[in-house]
């Protein structure tokens, strides 16, 4: 995977911490690897030591720390409007509902001016794990036939097949939760990740914990239900 980020900013803004704004991309992350002093970060040329280390790598998170994670393709659904009707934004905002009959949730919001309404089941599994450097990036047919039934059955006013369909990698944990905390006893590593198709409602909240974590600032709330340890100790 690609190194995003190394330590962008010191949020106390102390200059003896040892931060420097700084941003790289394009370089691939071997290993993250802490100890009793410190973090090496190893790339593909060199190795970045640090004191301590923020993972926030998506699917390729269990690959850089030891955390339960099943990486999985899922295929991405949007929906036209049947003619005369209304599918805009405002009269489908964001939603998740009940399929009626089928024991399912679908998710998703409707149109903005001009584009498709984005539809897609609550259950998208099994999870069975897929290589996140390999993953089939072809839509092939039958694979939208689960939610094409859900469409038909729950949103009258959408045509009930996809009009554009692509496909991204999901990360999800044995309980569902996400994983924010130490990856370790060393409390070196903090990871964010593991949000089982949730993330990106909850980014902003999940950047602020792992920043609080990485500076030994106390959360701004409970997160010991998210603990990456809580398997182990299982």
């Known amino acids: 995977m690609e190194l995003r980020a190394t ?3 010191d949020r106390r803004r102390d200059p003896s911490a040892g931060a420097r704004p700084g941003l790289r991309t394009g370089e691939r992350v071997l290993a993250v690897e802490p ?3 410190g973090v090496t970060v190893r790339l593909a040329d060199r190795a970045v030591r640090v004191r301590r ?4 790598a998506g699917p390729w998170l269990a690959q850089l720390a030891d955390v339960p994670l099943t990486p999985h ?3 991405m659904t949007w929906f ?3 003619d005369g009707r209304d599918a805009s934004i405002d009269r489908m905002p964001v939603f998740i509902r009940s399929a009626p009959g089928a024991g399912q949730w679908v998710w998703g ?3 903005l001016p001009g584009d498709l309404a984005k539809v897609g089941p609550e259950l998208d599994g099994p999870f069975e794990p897929d290589d996140p450097d390999a993953i089939d990036r072809t839509v092939r047919a039958g694979e939208t036939d689960g939610i094409a039934a859900l469409v038909a059955a729950t949103f009258p006013d959408l045509e009930p097949e996809p009009a554009e369909t692509t496909t ?3 990360a999800h944990t044995p309980d569902g939760q996400f994983l924010v905390g130490p990856a370790d006893a060393s409390g070196r590593v903090v990871v964010a990740g593991g949000c089982s198709g949730h993330s990106f409602k909850h980014a902003a909240a999940l950047g602020e914990l792992a920043a609080q974590l990485a500076v030994d600032e106390p959360p701004f709330t409970d997160i010991g239900f998210l603990d990456p340890r809580r398997f182990a100790a299982a």
């Open 7 to 9: 330590i962008l900013s």
């Open 35 to 37: 100890d009793g002093e």
């Open 53 to 56: 280390a923020v993972v926030a």
């Open 73 to 75: 393709r899922v295929v």
């Open 80 to 82: 036209s409007a049947r």
């Open 109 to 111: 919001h409707g149109a």
């Open 168 to 170: 991204c990698i999901m």
